[in-house]
């Protein structure tokens, strides 16, 4: 996994253009098809996650009624009539549907064939159909829906977490920056010792310790995250508050408070979302490390990562499963470096131009 | 006497984000609900005292069956015993054995107690109905990791190095054009996703090498050929960060003067290439290699679980999900050890090899 530390350093994907003397201001201004490509893709990709609930996609959660019963059933350990019961939407999960069989109920004998005419199409680890535009996982079910689903979690995850991430984490450093002294002393120590931590390694301990769950996960990357905004906004507030016109606001007699944000907060501002943009890539491929490691988001929701884990299982049976999730995950996370490359393209060119 | 300074003020630095970062792995540890010593009990609160209660609508029958209860979380593992047997009995059994584990004493004297254990390489005993210790089962997962993450950093710098020095030398031709795209491409690839598609390729289409890990005890051959994938997937995202930035130095280093004046002098060019022009180019790749570290132990433990390497991601993991805390936190700080100590290494080493920094 890629490091957020590491992107504060010198920065392996800022320092590429020596283009800049070359290339017109210009050239440089037009953003170019394959950025509104990818801007388009994120588009998509918020519009899945926040109309998901509304969106008239399949189940993520029930397989096809169709699929093939018996060897998913198996797998559960799972027999005939709650297979049944499961099969006839009357329980929400396999363990239910084996309570229900012990308890003794048996699905009505006319429900027995949900699915009068079986087809290729409607079988587990499904190739793409009308029916199921992205084929089907291991369990049958939906893989189309459940990647929408999924998109819900990875903005979860990515924009929101890493927000939270960025919104602490510039406030610890604008602080830090301005104020110098005992109070940057004190922050930046903590600073350190968070990313004396790998960050992998980190959001390992923090869900491992607090238990599998979506909160704790989207906690986990915000921790994650914040220590890598503190230093780089306060290395910006650094050269910012030395600048005449913050010197020009204090002479006026601005409070400290209005210095902070109105003066220096809108030039620190820049960095520090093209940052965002890339830590959101990182945090979304954090997710899917986490789920290889069965900490990510508990079952039956479903992410990207859990998605790629449980395809990864089949991989040498139906490859094609596990490809579309992670195709998927490739896709956006490359979108997101490529709009946050852009758009610290664009701001060393104004740094530049001052 | 610079050197010597700086070098002594990293190793404190070490030494403190070392204590501060084991001090907060046991903090987090210690915050966990369900009771370590209600693991060690449950054998023998099993056998020696009936229960029979509630659940969640369950009804856990204790004869010859472990005392099921339902995680807070919504798994099932052994926890709140006090909850499923007979309370006074268990409690006391509890508080006995939490005193004798030293848990009823405050957090900072049970850290105290346990650095003071694990400066000596003794990480405790696991939670366990038979307690072993932690720190052989470390060492035994230690070699695999190791082996990996050595090939990796190898393979990384054996790509970088001669695909950084062609971009430079060819700057905005063709090969250099398609070497910039293409280490986008790879910067964006999540090392899991590249090793899912090497293995689609390798191993179920053409069934060119297995997928899972073979030992060194079973031939060097067969353990070389099945990390073979892992490795690449882990050093293909770094290697084009590597090379990018060794491109960007490289293409400034070739403007001086010292490289007209060899070039004067009629020397070769992989010559003027590799002796005069790489070493001063190479010191943000080394800066970042370093730092890299930390990135590729969080890579190494992906890797181990997906190629079933028994290392230590898979020790962690299995720890993990058997919730077998002491063992986690010895390697979180391991780890942390670890990557604090290659950031301060890389710090040395910068100054010493650059005489810039050394006199400045």
């Not at chain 2, 009629?266 to 990135?295: D, E, K, M, Q």
Request: aromatic letters at 8%; one cysteine or more; charged letters at 15%.
């Amino acid at each position: 996994m890629p490091e957020i530390s590491a992107q504060t350093e010198p920065d392996p994907i800022a320092t590429d253009s020596p283009d800049a003397d070359t290339e017109t201001v210009a050239k440089r201004k037009r953003m170019g098809v394959t950025f509104w490509i990818a801007i388009g893709w994120v588009a998509l990709v918020v519009f899945g996650a926040i109309f998901q609930p509304i969106l008239p996609l399949q189940s993520t959660t029930k397989p096809d009624p169709c699929s093939t019963y018996a060897a998913t059933m198996a797998n559960y350990g799972i027999s005939g009539t709650a297979a049944q019961l499961y099969n006839n939407s009357q329980a929400d999960s396999p363990r239910q549907a084996q309570q229900m069989a012990d308890a003794g109920t048996k699905p009505p004998a006319d429900s027995i064939s949900a699915c009068p005419n079986p087809t290729l199409n409607s079988k587990t680890n499904a190739f793409p159909s009308a029916q199921h535009w992205l084929g089907t996982d291991s369990a049958g079910r939906d893989t189309f829906a459940r990647i929408v689903a999924g998109a819900k979690v990875a903005l979860l995850v990515g924009l929101v977490a890493v927000g939270v991430g960025m919104i602490l984490g510039t406030l610890i450093g604008l602080i830090a920056g301005y104020f110098r002294g005992a109070v940057e002393g004190i922050m930046m120590t903590f600073v350190d010792v968070a990313l004396a931590f790998p960050a992998l390694i980190l959001a390992i301990a923090i869900v491992a310790f607090r238990g599998q769950s979506l909160f704790n996960v989207c906690l986990a990357i915000a921790i994650v995250a914040t220590p890598g905004f503190a230093r780089l906004s306060r290395s910006s507030t650094l050269t910012f508050s030395e600048r005449e016109f913050v010197m020009a606001a204090r002479v006026m007699g601005a409070s400290h408070r209005r210095i902070i944000f109105r003066e220096i907060l809108p030039n620190v501002a820049l960095p520090v979302v093209a940052f965002y943009l890339l830590a959101v890539a990182i945090a979304i491929v954090a997710e899917g490390g986490l789920a290889f490691l069965g900490l990510s988001v508990p079952p039956p929701t479903p992410s990207w990562g859990t998605m790629i884990q449980d395809g990864y299982n089949v991989i040498n049976d139906s490859p094609f499963v596990v490809m579309v999730p992670s195709m998927v995950m490739f896709v956006t996370v490359l979108a997101f470096n490529y709009i946050g490359d852009r758009f610290r393209e664009r701001f060393d060119v104004k740094e530049a131009a001052l | 006497m610079r050197v010597a300074r700086k070098v002594l003020l990293s190793l404190l630095r070490l030494a403190g984000a070392v204590v501060a970062v084991s001090f907060l792995t046991f903090l987090l540890a210690h915050k966990i609900p369900g009771d370590p010593t209600a693991i060690i009990l449950q054998d023998k609160v099993n056998t020696m005292v009936p229960c029979g209660s509630v659940l969640l609508g369950e009804t856990v029958d204790c004869g010859a069956l472990a005392p099921k209860v339902v995680h807070p979380r919504g798994t099932e593992a052994p926890g709140a015993v006090t909850s499923v047997c007979h309370a006074d009995r268990c409690v006391i059994a509890s508080d006995a054995l939490r005193h004798q584990m030293g848990l009823d004493q405050p957090v900072l004297t049970q850290y105290v107690h346990w650095a003071g254990k694990a400066i000596h390489g003794d990480f405790g005993t696991t939670y366990d109905t038979q307690p072993q210790p932690v720190w052989p089962q470390i060492a035994q997962a230690l070699p695999p990791t190791l082996e990996l993450m050595i090939i990796a950093m190898v393979l990384s710098l054996i790509i970088s190095i001669p695909l950084g020095i062609y971009a430079a030398y060819r700057e905005h031709r063709l090969g250099d054009r398609i070497l910039t795209t293409a280490s986008f491409l790879f910067v964006a690839l999540p090392n899991f996703v590249l090793a899912i598609f090497l293995i689609i390729i390798f191993v179920t289409w053409m069934g060119a090498v297995q997928s899972v890990y073979v030992p060194w005890s079973n031939g060097v051959g067969k353990n070389l050929s099945t990390l073979a994938i892992p490795a690449v997937a882990l050093s293909l995202g770094m290697a084009s960060v590597y090379q990018r930035l060794l491109r960007t130095d490289m293409i400034a280093t070739l403007q001086e003067d010292f490289i007209l004046m060899a070039r004067a002098k009629g020397l070769p060019t992989w010559r003027i290439l590799t002796r005069h022009a790489l070493r001063p180019s190479s010191f943000s790749l080394l800066t970042v290699f370093g730092i890299n570290v930390g990135t590729l132990i969080g890579g190494t433990v992906i890797m181990e679980v997906m190629f079933s390497i028994s290392g230590i991601g898979k020790l962690i993991t299995k720890s993990i999900y058997v919730r077998n805390y002491p063992t986690i936190q010895a390697i979180v700080v391991l780890i942390a050890a670890v990557y604090v100590a290659a950031n301060v290494l890389t710090d040395i080493f910068y100054s010493v090899l650059d005489p810039r920094i050394r006199h400045a």
